[in-house]
């Protein structure tokens, strides 16, 4: 059955979570070079992509999200730790 071109796209909540993250997860990318504490923001919102991906049931993109955190977060540690 086709859903008519009238009736509203419903989002659901998971899907708002995951578009939350990665929308936040992409302002933190950006802002990055400004402080370190933007690099941390942006490995806290890798690791909420994660949990989205997982949640969604596709683990690659959650698995490949947790790599993103862990190289943020080594990022961050470096920059931290130079200052």
Do not use: H
């Not at 936040?24 to 950006?30: G, H, I, K, Q, S």
């Not at 504490?37 to 690791?47: E, H, I, Q, S």
């Amino acid at each position: 059955m086709r859903r008519r071109e009238t009736e509203p796209v419903q989002m659901d909540a998971l899907t708002a979570f995951g578009l939350a993250a990665l929308t936040v997860m992409l302002f933190c990318y950006m802002l990055e070079d400004r402080s370190p504490w933007w690099t941390l923001g942006f490995a806290l919102c890798c690791v909420l992509s994660s949990i989205y991906g997982f949640l969604q049931g596709a683990w690659p993109f959650g698995l490949v999200e947790i790599l993103w955190a862990l190289v943020a977060g080594k990022r961050w540690w470096n920059r931290v730790s130079a200052a």
